[in-house]
């Protein structure tokens, strides 16, 4: 079926490699070409200014989908779930793991109540399953796999929620996460962690309407997944993912940049490099995010004006920055012994303190009080690596970047001390990415984590934008595979897997 068949795949990102590896045991002859020297996109280490390894961008994942490890026979490696600390400045900390939350600040209601919050919530992103491991139906003009996978969520809906279920459902699906939680827990500690998790990477805040919606994918995760949050496996992840498209038979090229896309007649036949040399293919699969495929790689002349503008008009600036310092010994938070004082732990005591947090974004302006997802181990020369995603810090910052870097620093450290007296003082070293240099380094445009916001209009058969929300575009033979593809970011492999499901269709049709 793709014997003698050709494809390019740009980005060596997780979703890349993929991608890669279903097409090439598939019979497709397939390149992957990865600009950085590293392969794994956010996945792959970095190193800090004085020589500090550090794990990139991903802290913590959940496990790739168990159907992808299965279907490209990965070898899993077990790790130990890795709790959630909620920190609290009393001291009364909550810690969750999996449908368990524990600590002297929340009530057995609340105890309760979260067991049956997730157990239900679980149950909406498990329904969603048919439409998350497929190419999202069109709304118009069905054609057989269309219906189908329709009708596989109709039943899923009905018959796997009930009726009940199924009503509750509709209700929730489009409100805010802000009300979602108020209805249910009566801790504030609770309900901002619950709020922070669901919205890291996205340019929301609680009340922020259709919010539920980011927190049921995240949810999907754990579905379609054997373990726990945990800690990231980086090397292992990455590595584990290159050496299953190197079996499969794909040909990786890594500091190898691509200029453009080759178009002759309308359609691609092949990608020109940095250096001026073209490299011919049948298929071009771009996971890069959308602005950077269509705008910059394919080129606005080669677009219609409508499409050009829709995708001009996605929202893809970052709010997250990321913030790494070193100590000589292992910070001491209150009321946290030694052994619990290296995991996960959230920043957000309450909900309205997220809320105000996504306020200062709204304006260019980074937050006075930022949101923190803090990921704490030791190093093996002794010290210890303090990383954290903080929310929220706009990629247009007024002041810009340069001026603002050493300010929200601070104001990091500062937070961080209410928790932790005097780590500011123990620092021995401290570095901040923000948005714009997440956008240098891992060619994001925007340095949004996701590719773009995963909110309603952004999603599903709409994501990236109308006309290529199929994986496909409207460039004959030019698909997408990346984040910015259904159903979006986080470490799933899902874009790269159902893209590939999608080209192969596509070429069992054409031939």
């Given at each position: 079926?793709?014997?003698?068949?050709?494809?390019?795949?740009?980005?060596?990102g997780h979703?890349?490699?993929v991608?890669?590896?279903?097409?090439?045991?598939?019979?497709?002859?397939?390149?992957?070409?990865?600009?950085?020297e590293?392969?794994?996109?956010?996945?792959?280490?970095?190193?800090?200014?004085?020589?500090?390894?550090?794990?990139?961008?991903?802290q913590?994942?959940?496990?790739?989908?168990?159907?992808?490890?299965?279907?490209?026979?990965?070898?899993?490696?077990?790790?130990?779930?890795?709790?959630?600390?909620?920190?609290?400045?009393?001291?009364?900390?909550?810690?969750?793991?999996?449908?368990?939350?524990?600590?002297?600040?929340?009530?057995?209601r609340?105890?309760?109540?979260?067991?049956?919050?997730?157990?239900?919530?679980?149950?909406?992103?498990k329904?969603?399953?048919?439409?998350?491991?497929?190419?999202?139906?069109?709304?118009?003009?069905?054609?057989?796999?269309?219906?189908?996978?329709?009708?596989?969520?109709?039943?899923?809906?009905?018959?796997?929620?009930?009726?009940?279920?199924?009503?509750?459902f509709?209700?929730?699906?489009?409100?805010?996460?802000?009300?979602?939680?108020?209805?249910?827990?009566?801790?504030?500690?609770?309900?901002?962690?619950?709020a922070?998790?669901?919205?890291?990477?996205?340019?929301?805040?609680?009340?922020?309407?259709?919010?539920?919606?980011?927190?049921?994918?995240?949810l999907?995760?754990?579905?379609?997944?054997?373990?726990?949050?945990?800690?990231?496996?980086?090397?292992?992840?990455?590595?584990?993912?290159?050496?299953?498209?190197?079996?499969?038979?794909?040909?990786?090229?890594?500091?190898?940049?691509?200029?453009?896309?080759?178009?002759?007649?309308?359609?691609?036949?092949g990608?020109?490099?940095?250096?001026?040399?073209?490299?011919?293919?049948?298929?071009?699969?771009?996971?890069?995010?959308?602005?950077?495929?269509?705008?910059?790689l394919?080129?606005?002349?080669?677009?219609?004006?409508?499409f050009?503008h829709?995708?001009?008009?996605t929202?893809?600036?970052?709010?997250?920055?990321?913030?790494?310092?070193?100590?000589?010994?292992?910070?001491?938070?209150t009321?946290?012994?030694?052994?619990?004082?290296?995991?996960?732990?959230?920043?957000?005591p309450?909900?309205?303190?997220?809320?105000?947090?996504?306020?200062?974004?709204?304006?260019?302006?980074?937050?006075?009080?930022?949101?923190?997802?803090i990921?704490?181990?030791?190093?093996?020369?002794?010290?210890?690596?303090?990383?954290?995603?903080?929310?929220?810090?706009p990629?247009?910052?007024?002041?810009g970047?340069?001026?603002?870097?050493?300010?929200f620093?601070?104001?990091?450290?500062?937070?961080?001390?209410?928790?932790?007296?005097g780590?500011?003082?123990?620092?021995?070293?401290?570095?901040?990415?923000?948005?714009?240099?997440?956008?240098?380094?891992f060619?994001?445009?925007?340095?949004?984590?996701?590719?773009?916001?995963?909110?309603?209009?952004?999603?599903?058969m709409?994501?990236?934008?109308?006309?290529?929300?199929q994986?496909?575009?409207?460039?004959?033979?030019?698909?997408?595979?990346?984040?910015?593809?259904?159903?979006?970011?986080?470490?799933?492999?899902?874009?790269?897997?159902n893209?590939?499901?999608q080209?192969?269709?596509?070429?069992?049709?054409r031939?």
């Amino acid at each position: 079926m793709t014997k003698n068949l050709s494809a390019i795949v740009i980005g060596g990102g997780h979703n890349g490699l993929v991608c890669a590896t279903y097409l090439a045991s598939s019979g497709v002859k397939t390149t992957l070409l990865e600009a950085r020297e590293t392969l794994g996109g956010g996945l792959s280490k970095q190193t800090l200014r004085d020589g500090t390894a550090v794990p990139g961008l991903i802290q913590t994942h959940h496990s790739l989908n168990d159907k992808i490890a299965r279907e490209l026979k990965l070898q899993s490696t077990p790790c130990e779930p890795l709790p959630t600390t909620l920190l609290s400045t009393s001291g009364e900390h909550i810690t969750l793991m999996g449908d368990k939350v524990s600590g002297a600040g929340v009530s057995a209601r609340d105890i309760s109540e979260y067991r049956a919050f997730r157990e239900e919530y679980l149950s909406y992103g498990k329904a969603l399953k048919s439409l998350m491991l497929n190419t999202p139906p069109r709304l118009k003009h069905f054609d057989w796999s269309d219906k189908t996978v329709f009708a596989k969520l109709g039943l899923d809906l009905r018959f796997g929620l009930g009726k009940a279920g199924l009503n509750e459902f509709l209700r929730v699906a489009g409100m805010n996460l802000f009300d979602v939680l108020e209805e249910r827990f009566s801790s504030e500690l609770l309900k901002g962690g619950i709020a922070a998790d669901a919205l890291f990477g996205n340019h929301a805040g609680p009340k922020t309407p259709t919010t539920v919606l980011p927190m049921l994918m995240r949810l999907f995760q754990e579905t379609g997944s054997t373990a726990s949050r945990q800690v990231a496996q980086v090397d292992n992840l990455a590595g584990q993912l290159a050496e299953a498209a190197k079996s499969a038979g794909v040909e990786i090229k890594t500091s190898t940049t691509v200029h453009s896309v080759v178009m002759d007649n309308d359609k691609p036949t092949g990608v020109m490099l940095e250096n001026g040399d073209i490299l011919n293919a049948d298929i071009i699969v771009s996971n890069a995010d959308a602005k950077t495929t269509f705008l910059k790689l394919v080129g606005a002349r080669n677009l219609d004006g409508m499409f050009t503008h829709r995708v001009t008009k996605t929202r893809t600036n970052g709010d997250v920055a990321k913030f790494f310092a070193t100590f000589d010994a292992t910070p001491k938070f209150t009321n946290l012994s030694q052994n619990a004082s290296s995991g996960r732990f959230l920043v957000a005591p309450t909900l309205m303190y997220v809320e105000r947090a996504f306020n200062h974004c709204k304006y260019g302006e980074f937050s006075e009080a930022p949101v923190l997802d803090i990921h704490l181990t030791t190093l093996d020369n002794g010290k210890s690596l303090l990383s954290a995603n903080a929310m929220f810090a706009p990629y247009n910052l007024k002041q810009g970047w340069e001026a603002g870097r050493a300010a929200f620093e601070d104001k990091i450290l500062d937070i961080l001390s209410l928790y932790a007296p005097g780590i500011a003082s123990q620092v021995a070293c401290r570095e901040l990415w923000s948005p714009t240099d997440i956008e240098k380094s891992f060619h994001i445009e925007g340095g949004h984590w996701h590719h773009g916001e995963m909110a309603i209009d952004q999603s599903f058969m709409m994501r990236p934008v109308p006309g290529a929300g199929q994986y496909g575009t409207p460039v004959p033979g030019l698909y997408l595979c990346g984040a910015a593809a259904h159903p979006g970011g986080d470490i799933t492999g899902l874009p790269g897997r159902n893209a590939a499901k999608q080209i192969l269709a596509d070429l069992k049709g054409r031939r």
